[in-house]
């Protein structure tokens, strides 16, 4: 990524109506392009250990940057990010974990793995790996991945531990969850530097290892 398409999509954050984003579409293009090689790269790196992602397409992870505005309030009709989701099961997959990577200014670009939105006899197979304290719960609290990767999706989660899960369960925040997702936030100056897919690739092992765990949690399902 360049300068100029983190620059464009601040633009596009400050100026988003149809107009502008027309007589700026060639910026738009050439961003689109960037990220479109980026993610081919990440595929590429990513595949080293990640053999189902051998055949993937770049171009059918990424998301479009034209926003559903059908039944939103918020009628913005563009993203002003880039987003790819990463997975042999397509970019809607909620069956199998994925990679995400999010192109955003303001250092909220955000790189990361797992399910999101998970099928429901799934995220119940998570949750009884939370509650027994199996090897995804395990990983979730290793310090060293955590390190890579801090954060984890907490939206939609919601106010009280589903239904025949225990309430007072040390790890209720993880029952309270409706994915299973972790991440790590970018700033700008990691994005445009020569060596982002490098770093990427480095740290794609251990997401592969956290999603291949959650792989084997759906199975028990």
Request: glycine fraction near 6%.
């Amino acid at each position: 990524m360049t300068p100029n398409d983190l620059k464009f999509l601040k633009s596009l954050a400050k100026n988003n109506n149809r107009e502008w984003f027309q007589k700026h579409k060639a910026d738009f293009e050439a961003a689109q392009s960037n990220f479109l090689d980026l993610v081919g790269g990440l595929i590429f790196a990513l595949s080293e250990y990640d053999e189902a992602l051998t055949t993937v397409d770049p171009k059918s992870c990424i998301f479009r940057i034209y926003r559903d505005v059908r039944f939103s309030k918020d009628k913005w009709p563009y993203k002003n990010h880039l987003g790819a989701f990463i997975c042999s099961g397509g970019r809607k997959s909620d069956t199998v974990p994925g990679y995400y990577i999010h192109i955003e200014p303001g250092g909220k670009s955000i790189y990361g793995a797992g399910l999101y939105m998970p099928h429901k006899d799934i995220l119940d197979a998570i949750r009884r790996d939370i509650v027994s304290g199996g090897p995804v719960t395990r990983m979730i609290d290793d310090k060293t991945f955590r390190k890579q990767f801090p954060e984890i999706v907490n939206e939609d989660a919601v106010k009280k531990v589903p239904r025949g899960y225990p309430a007072d369960h040390p790890r209720a925040d993880l029952l309270k969850q409706k994915h299973c997702f972790v991440y790590t936030y970018l700033s700008d100056a990691e994005v445009v530097q020569k060596k982002l897919l490098h770093g990427l690739a480095k740290t794609g092992k251990s997401l592969f290892t956290f999603n291949k765990l959650l792989q084997a949690a759906a199975r028990r399902r």
